[in-house]
Structures are given as C-alpha cells and as structure tokens.
Nanobody
Framework: QLQVAESGGGLVQPGGSLRLSCEAS????????IGWFRQAPGKEREGISC??????IIHYADSVKGRFTISRDNTKVYLQMNSLKSEDSAAYYC??????????????????WGQGTQVTVSS
C-alpha cells in the first residue's frame, strides 16, 4: 500500500524560505496527483496546492499564490515556500488522491496522508 512522508520542515525567520518534500515508500508517487495541506493549532486543515501527474495542472490557494511553488520529479513532490510569514506556521501534510488536482482542495478527495512536518516562522 502506498505510504507518503513529508520532510523539510523547521524553524525559519519571516521572509525566509523552506522546501518541503513528499516521497513514497514502497511505491512511486508518479501515478498520483498530490496535494499539500496545512493545519495550524485550532484551525481547519487548509488545502494550499496540488499538482497532477504530469505537472500540467497546478493550483494554489490564494493564501500562498505567488510565494509557494509546487513541483515534482519521478520520485518526489516538492513545495518551495518563499517569503514566509508567521501565519504560514503550521503542520504541513502531503496527500495522494485517486481523483485529480482541483481547487479548492478538499481533504475528502485525498486518500493517503503523511504524518506531517512542522513549519514555524518566527524571529
């Protein structure tokens, strides 16, 4: 069964950058559209970006558009996060779907989730 795992989180100052990675164990991600979500304490899980299998369809939530970039290669999906703000602090999750990349992202469409990686933006 496909399992995914995130990496790359950490502590960064406002205005800084981080790159998150999502990779699969045992199987490849290449056949799945992938979404990135985040959840801050006390808030709903927010879908922020998705990418389809051939990278031709990409969507971003307004909250990250122009600052975050999603991409993928044969083995991983990446989320490049630039110009980070304190409000970007959250646990970030990648998830695979059997459907397709569409906006807004719905967590109900995503079947396979990682454990999350924490991003903290603070001076």
């Amino acid at each position: 069964q496909l399992q995914v795992a995130e990496s790359g989180g950490g502590l960064v100052q406002p205005g800084g950058s981080l790159r998150l990675s999502c990779e699969a164990s045992a199987y490849t991600l290449s056949g799945y559209p992938i979404g990135w979500f985040r959840q801050a304490p006390g808030k709903e899980r927010e879908g922020i970006s998705c990418i389809n299998t051939n990278s031709r369809i990409i969507h971003y939530a307004d909250s990250v558009k122009g600052r975050f970039t999603i991409s993928r290669d044969n083995t991983k999906v990446y989320l490049q996060m630039n110009s980070l703000k304190s409000e970007d602090s959250a646990a970030y999750y990648c998830a695979a779907t059997l459907y397709y990349c569409k906006i807004p992202l719905s967590r109900d469409d995503y079947d396979i989730w990682g454990q999350g990686t924490q991003v903290t933006v603070s001076s």
